[in-house]
């Protein structure tokens, strides 16, 4: 299977070779190392990144032995999991042989050979169509994006292949066995074609399911749970989050389960509710609000945009009676959009103040006015603040 695999791909570089050259300034040597700033060695403590203070989970000691990882060192042992444990297992992608621009695939073509982990060319249609085809014969298709922000020529393949295949055939055939990875996310310095969120594009499309993690012992666990779902997954990483998040995490494999949200702080005021980065931002919000309010916050990682779990934000909302949720993508149109339209509905009376959104702008994620742009913990904070005073 992964030799078919393997001229499929040549196959599909043949095809694409005349594609546009596009983006090559932009991925250069300079701006991916500008992207992975290594951090310092004392990885047991909190990590102060930009805008947010990374806050590593305690130790699991659930699933074995562990070993210090960040991000991108998390996505590697998943990927070098999956290859031993499932020979039809393959891994394509624009430079994923040399080990990505994030180094996330780093050894393992010298580990499992050219014919299972293989570059493609620069045509993000292309792979994700390959991907489609490769699981539809049953093996398992791991496809990398470069960035999010280069997800778009792959839409049409996404929404109207992958996530129909299985409907459109009445089951008789399906890519569930399709996941799609890409770093997403603002970075810092990454402007318009290397920090936005698209997650709430699929969140429309029925079909497939979309998984966001916070931190490198997350990003394991819900990883080799996409690869093994029978559904096609799009798996954001947060970018930011590559060198800056480091944890103890089990070398051997282990599964979170997809579609369960995380109550990681327990409170009685107010439910904050982010995915990514960004829940790093909002337990800064809960500390301030502790330390100068008195307030006491309810923190939940959605982790799954879809399909998300409604349950346990209502049952956290019906019990703090006020709602706040924040994502680094435009406000209109965002998940917290569709987020807040349901708890409206599903508790509407138990609401002590409108539901606050806490939201990138509507216009072009900017280049030396992020910090302007990003939901950062002030802006959340004020709105939490009002909340209260409503």
């Given at each position: 299977?992964?030799?078919?695999?393997?001229?499929?791909?040549?196959?599909?570089?043949?095809?694409?070779?005349?594609?546009?050259?596009?983006?090559?300034?932009?991925?250069?040597?300079?701006?991916?190392?500008?992207?992975?700033?290594?951090?310092?060695?004392?990885?047991?403590?909190?990590?102060?990144?930009?805008?947010?203070?990374?806050?590593?989970?305690?130790?699991?000691?659930?699933?074995?032995?562990?070993?210090?990882?960040?991000?991108?060192?998390?996505?590697?042992?998943?990927?070098?999991?999956?290859?031993?444990?499932?020979?039809?297992?393959?891994?394509?992608?624009?430079?994923?042989?040399?080990?990505?621009?994030?180094?996330?695939?780093?050894?393992?073509?010298?580990?499992?050979?050219?014919?299972?982990?293989?570059?493609?060319?620069?045509?993000?249609?292309?792979?994700?169509?390959?991907?489609?085809?490769?699981?539809?014969?049953?093996?398992?298709?791991?496809?990398?994006?470069?960035?999010?922000?280069?997800?778009?020529?792959?839409?049409?393949?996404?929404?109207?292949?992958?996530?129909?295949?299985?409907?459109?055939?009445?089951?008789?055939?399906?890519?569930?066995?399709?996941?799609?990875?890409?770093?997403?996310?603002?970075?810092?310095?990454?402007?318009?074609?290397?920090?936005?969120?698209?997650?709430?594009?699929?969140?429309?499309?029925?079909?497939?399911?979309?998984?966001?993690?916070?931190?490198?012992?997350?990003?394991?666990?819900?990883?080799?749970?996409?690869?093994?779902?029978?559904?096609?997954?799009?798996?954001?990483?947060?970018?930011?989050?590559?060198?800056?998040?480091?944890?103890?995490?089990?070398?051997?494999?282990y599964k979170i389960p997809l579609s369960q949200a995380e109550v990681i702080q327990e409170g009685s005021d107010v439910t904050l509710v982010a995915w990514g980065t960004q829940v790093h931002v909002i337990r800064e919000v809960a500390s301030m609000?502790?330390?100068?309010?008195?307030?006491?916050?309810?923190?939940?990682?959605?982790?799954?945009?879809?399909?998300?779990?409604?349950?346990?934000?209502?049952?956290?909302?019906?019990?703090?009676?006020?709602?706040?949720?924040?994502?680094?993508?435009?406000?209109?149109?965002?998940?917290?959009?569709?987020?807040?339209?349901?708890?409206?509905?599903?508790?509407?009376?138990?609401?002590?103040?409108?539901?606050?959104?806490?939201?990138?702008?509507?216009?072009?994620?900017?280049?030396?006015?992020?910090?302007?742009?990003?939901?950062?913990?002030?802006?959340?904070?004020?709105?939490?603040?009002?909340?209260?005073?409503?």
């Amino acid at each position: 299977m992964a030799a078919v695999a393997a001229r499929a791909g040549g196959l599909l570089w043949l095809r694409a070779a005349g594609a546009e050259r596009r983006r090559c300034g932009l991925r250069c040597a300079a701006l991916v190392q500008g992207f992975l700033q290594p951090g310092g060695e004392d990885t047991a403590q909190k990590r102060r990144v930009a805008h947010f203070t990374f806050h590593p989970d305690p130790e699991s000691l659930q699933y074995g032995q562990t070993q210090k990882m960040n991000l991108f060192q998390s996505i590697t042992s998943a990927l070098d999991n999956s290859l031993a444990k499932d020979p039809t297992a393959v891994i394509f992608g624009e430079d994923v042989a040399f080990g990505g621009v994030f180094r996330c695939t780093v050894g393992l073509r010298d580990k499992y050979g050219k014919d299972r982990v293989f570059n493609t060319p620069l045509c993000e249609q292309g792979i994700v169509g390959f991907g489609i085809g490769i699981a539809v014969t049953g093996a398992t298709a791991i496809a990398e994006i470069q960035f999010a922000d280069y997800i778009f020529p792959a839409f049409d393949q996404i929404v109207n292949e992958a996530a129909k295949y299985r409907y459109r055939s009445g089951d008789l055939f399906n890519c569930g066995s399709l996941t799609i990875r890409a770093p997403w996310g603002c970075v810092g310095h990454g402007a318009l074609y290397h920090s936005q969120s698209p997650e709430a594009f699929f969140a429309h499309c029925p079909g497939i399911k979309v998984v966001i993690p916070r931190s490198p012992f997350q990003a394991k666990g819900l990883l080799l749970s996409c690869i093994e779902d029978k559904n096609p997954c799009i798996f954001f990483e947060p970018k930011i989050l590559y060198r800056a998040a480091v944890e103890q995490v089990p070398v051997e494999p282990y599964k979170i389960p997809l579609s369960q949200a995380e109550v990681i702080q327990e409170g009685s005021d107010v439910t904050l509710v982010a995915w990514g980065t960004q829940v790093h931002v909002i337990r800064e919000v809960a500390s301030m609000a502790q330390e100068k309010l008195g307030v006491s916050c309810e923190v939940i990682d959605l982790r799954t945009i879809v399909p998300w779990d409604v349950d346990t934000v209502c049952k956290s909302v019906i019990k703090t009676g006020r709602l706040l949720i924040s994502h680094e993508a435009p406000l209109t149109g965002g998940f917290a959009s569709e987020i807040s339209s349901t708890v409206q509905e599903e508790c509407f009376l138990n609401l002590e103040a409108p539901i606050s959104r806490v939201c990138g702008y509507d216009t072009p994620f900017p280049h030396i006015f992020e910090p302007f742009y990003i939901p950062d913990k002030w802006k959340c904070y004020d709105a939490l603040r009002k909340m209260i005073n409503y």
